[in-house]
């Protein structure tokens, strides 16, 4: 795709979001499977939830610019999840709790990608006066914002302080 436009930079980082979106949704899923905190795991279920209906939202936006909502394969998660997989699901981590505390290392760090990636199309859609989109887009990023919010949270009582015991 040629990028002239800002329109067409946002259809562009549009897709690259949905492609980030997907990659990170069977990465949130595999590290909700291993975690063993209810707590992380239940922030996790919530994640892979908020993740699809990302993902859903991306689409609507994508199909109704006549756009491929798979025209773009985002590199940046692909590493990212791969990192997450290395660094949770493959590590020789022998304390569950330790564990516990990279998954919501590596989780924050793909939620930051989905920050950034909201955070600018939620900037793009005022600019272009896509008024629905920044308005479903900014309901994306708020919920992005409230996952790494929870995140935070667990990590700071108990998952921490467990995995330093």
């Known amino acids: 795709m040629t990028i002239s436009t800002l329109k067409d930079l946002y259809i562009d980082q549009l897709q690259d979001l949905y492609s980030a979106d997907k ?16 707590e992380l795991k239940q922030a996790l279920t919530n994640g892979v939830e908020g993740i699809q209906e990302g993902i859903d939202t991306l689409e609507t936006i994508i199909k109704s610019h006549d756009a491929d909502p798979n025209g773009e394969f985002c590199k940046g998660m692909e590493g990212l999840v791969k990192e997450a997989r290395a660094h949770t699901l493959d590590a020789d981590i022998t304390d569950d709790d330790v564990r516990d505390a990279s998954i919501i290392t590596q989780y924050q760090r793909m939620t930051h990608y989905g920050l950034a990636g909201y955070g600018c199309l939620v900037a793009f859609a005022k600019r272009l006066d896509l008024h629905s989109d920044a308005a479903k887009l900014q309901v994306c990023l708020d919920n992005t ?14 998952i921490n302080k467990a995995a330093a015991a």
Do not use: H, N
């Open 23 to 38: 990659q990170s949704l069977e990465s949130t899923r595999k590290m909700r499977d291993a975690a063993t905190d209810s």
């Open 145 to 158: 914002y409230g996952g790494d919010r929870e995140m935070t949270r667990i990590a700071t009582g108990e």
